[in-house]
């Protein structure tokens, strides 16, 4: 038998979502490099993606629930709350404000838009993640031996959980994955923004590994800790693609694609359409010929069609609604460009990276990716570059990029219409080093270090 692992999450297969594709191929390869591993994750109502559970079948899932105090609770705020969110949440123009710090007009989210409710929704969020580790406090004290445990940080629930069970098992290597940034800068309000740097805190201090999927957030920890301190990106599956139909589901267009949430606006594809517009208007383009996709959710549809409408591209837009996972990847591999848009600012360090970039790779379909902020280089920049998947632009150097990024559109255009294909022409060897069989046995080689260590 194996070595023994304990993961702890909030997402896991077969959720159908983002953050459940990490901490679900990490179990999978664990499982298939000889370790023996159990899960323990939030109990989750939403769809679940039959694709994602292909190798983990038969890992052991035990799972936290909210209790019946809980959820009445919160139906009591949102009751109370939600009509004062909904009018604020739906006005994006009101969002649109200046940063006293750099004088630029920027596009805040709801929470920093309006920090006291935003401040009320995270501390509701925090109470739901206490009392969903409040539900396994037994097992977790009485739980059987474990080399390692491994806590994915989505939300705080590993935290707390992963925190009281180091408590009662010492012996245990613990492992703390950062999947998403602890303090988010421009999405924790000020008002309890302390909350989030003292869980960071604890976390730098008592944990034996820290993994983090980029190197912005591996900078958040202080160099007193860096030692411990491991980039480990996400990834993607080959297995995946394996059955999914590589058809292209318009071939009279060429279609650009983009599938996940919006995050309220702060992801922005209006220098891609205004692109595309210009092309059309210089003659390079037939607007008939071009579609813009989107696979999400009816509110974010909401805000890429606003952002279509600014050049007059809303009606070249076309909505598939929330679809599995399965769906969603072959309309990735059935699409000629896919976008992937993220933001990024100086003062967080840097390190945000959409999981979706990495998804797209298995599309093996060009990408266009769109970075708004302050950040220069940014790290999504860098490996759109390196792997030579498609092109990066960013805010920060405007000027170039956005004729880099036009001149990419209209080579795509010419490729498409004289052969039918874009073009798509990655370095390989570039590509592996995301593969998460690659990323599992880095992960593994960690593992060992810290035993040693």
Known sequence: MGQRVLLICNYFAPDHAIAAVRTSKLAKYLRVNGYEVEVLAEKRDGGEDELLKKGVEDIRVSYAVNSS????FRELYEKLIEPHKKKRFDNLENRKRMNPKTGNIEFYTFEMAYPLLGSLDYIVGQLKQIDLYRSVKQQLREEKYFDYVITSYGDSFSYFAGKY?????KDTKWLFDIRDAVYRYKFTPNYVGFIAK???RYIWKHVDCITGISKGICRRVPRKYRGKVH???NGFDRADMEGVKGDRFCPSEMTFTYTGSMYGGIRDLTVLFQAVRELVQDGQMEEERVSFHYAGNAPAYEIFKSQAEQFGLD???????KLPRRDTLEMQRGSDILMVASYDYKEQEGGVITGKVYEYMAAQRPVISIMMGDIEHSELTEIVEKTNIGVAYEASNHEVDYIKLREYIKRQYQSFMETGHTRYEP???ELRRYDYRYLCKRLIKLMNQT???
Do not use: I, Q, W
């Not at 105090?69 to 009445?72: E, Q, T």
């Not at 009606?315 to 609604?321: A, F």
């Open 69 to 72: 105090l809980y959820v009445r």
């Open 165 to 169: 069970f180091h408590k009662y098992h």
């Open 198 to 200: 003292m869980y960071e």
């Open 231 to 233: 980039c480990l990106t």
């Open 315 to 321: 009606g070249r837009c076309v909505m598939h609604g």
């Open 427 to 429: 370095n390989e060897k």
């Open 451 to 453: 035993e040693r260590g």
